[in-house]
C-alpha cells in the first residue's frame, strides 16, 4: 500500500508512535509518506520505501499567524496526488483531521476519487486542546468525517465520546512498543558514572508541561532519598523545567538529580534504570512508561486515564490516585529495598510490555487499512 502518514515531528508520544508505525510499515514493505513540517525525530534511519515531504509555510509580513493548516493540505494534495496515495493516516486530530478532510474534498474534485482519512486520536487533541470552544466544532465535524477512527486506549476512546457528538465507532488499537530494541544490556560505563557507588536509579521522561506532575517525581525521589542512596535522571524539556531545578535545590535532593535534556537514545539510558516514574494528571495511554517497561524499569505512576490498560497494579508496577505523592513514595521504597521483588516486577513488566510489542499491533492497522484501500 501507499500510505501517507501526517504528525507531529516532535519528542511528543503522538509523533514518536506515528513515526515507529511508518518505519514498521516500511519494513513490511509498504510505501510510506511522511507529511510534517520537520524531519520526525525518530525518522533516523534510510529505508528505500520511506519518503519525507516537508510542509513548508511562507511567511509574508500581513500573517501575524501563518496558514499552517493551509499549506500542510495543499502538501498532502500534491504527494497524494503525486505519489497515488491510497490512504492518509493522520496522528493527533489538530490540525491535521481537518486538512485532511480539506484534501480530500480538493482531491475528489480533480480526480473523483475518494482518498480514505483515518484518524488516530492520541490524548491531549481530545482531552486538553480539542475540548476547547475554540477547536471543538472543526475537531468534532473532522473526526466524524474521517472514515475510520482509532484511539490508542479503551479511556481516550470513552473520553471522546464523552466530550464530543461523534457518530462513528472508534477503534482501540493500543500503542506500540518494539520490544527487541529497548530489551537492551545496560552500559556498565555509564551506569557507573550516574550511580558510581551502586546506588539505585530513579527515572521521569516528558515534556515537562503542567500535566505531567514534574514536581510529583521531585517530591517522591526526596522521600526515597531519606531513606537510602539513590539517583534521578530527568530525560525532556519544557516549560515546568525551571521550577522543578528549583524544587530539587530547595528540598535538597539536586546532587543527586541529573536533567539531561531531550534526548534520542532513551534505550541506553533506561536500560540503566530501575524505576520509571510518571505522576501525570492525565496520560491517555504512557507510550513512555511502555518503552521503560520494555526496558525491565518497573513503573510507578497516577491511575490517570489509560495507564492502568497497560501498568498493573502490584505485578507490574504501581498505580496511586493523582498527587498521592506519600504512597508512590512508599511503593517506591519499599520496592526499592528489595532486591528479590525488583527483580520480579521488572521482569513482570517486561513480559507486559511483549504483549505490546509492535510485531503484535502492526497487523491490526495493516487490517484496517486493508479494509479502506483499493490495492491491498
Ligand atoms: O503528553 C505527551 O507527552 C505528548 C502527547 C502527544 O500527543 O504527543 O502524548 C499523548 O500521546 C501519546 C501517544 O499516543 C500517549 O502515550 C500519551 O499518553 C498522550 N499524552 C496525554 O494524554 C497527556
Known amino acids: ?17 506515528a513515526t515507529e508505525l511508518g518505519k514498521a510499515l516500511a519494513d513490511e514493505n509498504h510505501q510510506v509518506h511522511f507529511i510534517t513540517y520537520q524531519q520526525p525525530v525518530r525518522l533516523n534511519v534510510f529505508n ?29 494534495v500534491d504527494v497524494i496526488m503525486n505519489y497515488d496515495l491510497d490512504l492518509l493516516h493522520v496522528h493527533y486530530a489538530i490540525p491535521h483531521a481537518s486538512a485532511a478532510y480539506m484534501a480530500k474534498q480538493i482531491v475528489k474534485q480533480k480526480t473523483g476519487r475518494s482518498v480514505p482519512v483515518i484518524t488516530t ?13 475554540t477547536y471543538e466544532p472543526v475537531v468534532t465535524f473532522s473526526i466524524n468525517e474521517s472514515d475510520a477512527i482509532t484511539a490508542v486506549s479503551q479511556n481516550l476512546k ?4 464523552r466530550s464530543f457528538a461523534i457518530r462513528k465507532d472508534i477503534q482501540v488499537i493500543h500503542n506500540f512498543v518494539d520490544v527487541t530494541r529497548f530489551n537492551k544490556k545496560p552500559i556498565d560505563a555509564f551506569r557507573k558514572v550516574v550511580a558510581p557507588n551502586g ?3 530513579l527515572i521521569h521522561a516528558s515534556n515537562f508541561r503542567k500535566v505531567k506532575r514534574v514536581d510529583d517525581v521531585i517530591r517522591v525521589f526526596a522521600a526515597v532519598r531519606k531513606e537510602m542512596p539513590a539517583k534521578l535522571l530527568m530525560v525532556g524539556d519544557g516549560p515546568e523545567r525551571p521550577a522543578t531545578e528549583e524544587l ?6 539536586d546532587e543527586d538529580v541529573r536533567f539531561l535534556g531531550k534526548q534520542e537514545q532513551m534505550e541506553d539510558i533506561l536500560a540503566v534504570s530501575d524505576v520509571f516514574l510518571l505522576p501525570s494528571e ?35 508496577g504501581y498505580l496511586t490516585e493523582v498527587g498521592d505523592v506519600a504512597s508512590m513514595s512508599a511503593f517506591a521504597i519499599d520496592l526499592l529495598k528489595d532486591e528479590k521483588k525488583l527483580e520480579k516486577m521488572k521482569e513482570a513488566a517486561y513480559q507486559q510490555a511483549l504483549r505490546f510489542d509492535i510485531k503484535n499491533i502492526i497487523p491490526i492497522y495493516e487490517k484496517l487499512y486493508a479494509q479502506y484501500c483499493r490495492r491491498t
Do not use: Q, W
Open 248 to 253: 530539587a535545590r530547595n528540598l535538597g535532593v
Open 158 to 161: 470513552d473520553e471522546t465520546f
Open 282 to 316: 492525565y496520560e491517555s495511554f504512557g507510550l513512555a512508561a511502555l518503552e521503560a517497561m520494555a526496558a525491565r524499569a518497573v513503573v510507578i505512576s497516577s491511575n490517570a486515564g489509560g495507564l492502568a490498560e497497560i501498568n498493573e497494579h502490584g505485578e507490574t
Open 48 to 76: 528505500a520505501n520511506i519518503f519525507y515531504h516537508e510542509v513548508r509555510v511562507p511567511t509574508y509580513p500581513l500573517f501575524d499567524y501563518p496558514p499552517y493548516e493551509v499549506a500542510l493540505a495543499s502538501t498532502m
Open 121 to 133: 486520536l492520541h490524548g491531549t487533541d481530545i482531552t486538553l486542546v480539542g475540548k476547547d470552544k
Open 1 to 17: 500500500m501507499r500510505i501517507g502518514i501526517v504528525c507531529y515531528p516532535t519528542f511528543g508520544g503522538s509523533g514518536v508512535l
Open 199 to 201: 546506588e539505585k536509579i
